[in-house]
């Protein structure tokens, strides 16, 4: 039974092994990492390397265990903790070359009808159990209504109904000084990547989104929309972002957002008592196009919550699209949510509890 056990692992290893090679073989990952600035890592290559660490996620095991215990690997420890920690290597940008061209196989697999969108949003990475993390800040966590320890991973992807590909990310800490329980360390080049990514994530999240897209459009990464939560739904950030692509997104009745219906400035809920509702068990209840702070136009969509008597509000600055379009556009979203999940689950990032 246990030879029975080995040889079953030991063929699964390969396939894994042959799948990841196979992977790297058709998007050219070595010569992406070469044109990226990592190139050789204390006699290393930096393929097999990086190859190594890529699949500990695949494999279920840890850096500790994958890594650094493993005398079976071709390079030491500090030839993968060289590549992990080097501040010169322009991650982001083997990031987008990587991305891009998944972005662009899948292209060819979809049809041109259908739409494809930019999904930006927020997660929290829960570091409770840390203290002495880098940049480590109190933040607050939307789902759970508590501030704890951690960062928020902001990400932005590309989805064509039925793919996701991440393309970009920043993991903030807090702009606020006060939040922050540890500073970013100080003996850093101001022009290595490592110290552009320390100042970034201390930038506030509203700031952030406009370069990343534009990042990604520069890249050739192409889009019909860009979705985002309520907890981007502002005013002066939704006008920087529909230059540069349609913007949809949930919209919030907050006290400081207003939409001007009829010459009168008014905030959401108060502009849903104004529309006429459509008769019976609707899905959709109304929709209105109005002008919102700096005269940016939009059309607000109201739709019934399918849960309770509320309402839930979609804005596009596309005021062209038809309401079902707009509400079945939306629906797309929710693939960043699954990322997220997939994410945490399979590269450990929810703390685990004793």
């Known amino acids: 039974m246990n030879t029975t056990s080995y040889f079953s692992r030991q063929q699964a290893a390969k396939q894994l092994q042959g799948r990841v090679e196979s992977f790297f073989d058709t998007f050219t990952v070595g010569t992406l990492l070469n ?5 050789k890592i204390r006699g290393a290559s930096p ?17 500790f265990r994958g890594i650094v215990l493993n005398d079976e690997l071709a ?40 739409e494809k969108v930019l999904i930006v ?13 880098e940049l480590l800040a109190r933040i607050f966590d939307h789902n759970s209504g508590n ?12 989805s064509d109904g039925v793919s996701f590909v991440p393309l970009d990310f920043v993991l903030r800490s807090s702009a606020n000084k006060k939040s922050r329980i540890q500073e970013a360390i100080k003996k850093l080049d101001k022009r290595t990547c ?28 192409r889009a019909d929309y860009l979705l985002m939560d309520s907890w981007f739904c502002f005013a002066g950030l ?28 008014v905030r959401l809920g108060e502009l849903y008592k104004r529309l006429r509702k459509k ?29 309770s008597r509320k309402w839930l509000a979609l804005l596009s600055t596309d005021t062209e699209l038809a309401d079902e379009e707009i509400v079945r556009i939306y629906g797309k979203r929710w693939d960043i949510e699954v990322f997220f999940k997939m994410a945490k689950q399979h590269l450990n990032l929810v703390p685990r509890m004793l």
């Not at 500090?78 to 061209?101: C, H, I, Q, T, V």
């Not at 927020?122 to 993390?133: I, K, P």
């Open 147 to 158: 501030y704890l320890n951690g960062f928020k991973l902001l990400q932005l992807g590309w």
């Open 194 to 221: 490592g110290y552009k990514r320390r100042k970034e994530a201390m930038t506030k999240s509203t700031e952030l989104p406009e370069d990343m897209i534009k990042r990604v459009l520069a890249r050739g990464v």
């Open 238 to 265: 939704i006008a920087k972002l529909g230059k540069s692509v349609p913007v949809i997104c949930m919209a919030k009745d907050l006290n400081s957002i207003f939409y001007q219906h009829k010459n009168v400035h």
């Open 47 to 63: 393929l097999t390397v990086f190859q190594s660490v890529f699949m500990l996620a695949f494999q279920g095991t840890n850096f």
């Open 121 to 133: 949003d927020d997660s929290t990475y829960n570091r409770s159990r840390s203290r002495c993390v």
């Open 279 to 307: 008769p019976g068990r609707a899905k959709i209840l109304a929709s209105v196009v109005v002008d919102m702070k700096g005269g940016t136009r939009v059309k607000v969509v109201f739709v019934r919550h399918r849960n």
């Open 35 to 39: 044109t990226s600035g990592i190139r």
């Open 75 to 114: 390079f030491g420890k500090d030839a993968a903790y060289e590549l992990l920690k080097n501040p010169r290597y322009n991650w982001r940008s083997f990031m987008f070359k990587l991305a891009g061209m998944v972005c662009r196989f899948f292209d060819l697999l979809t049809s041109e009808e259908r």
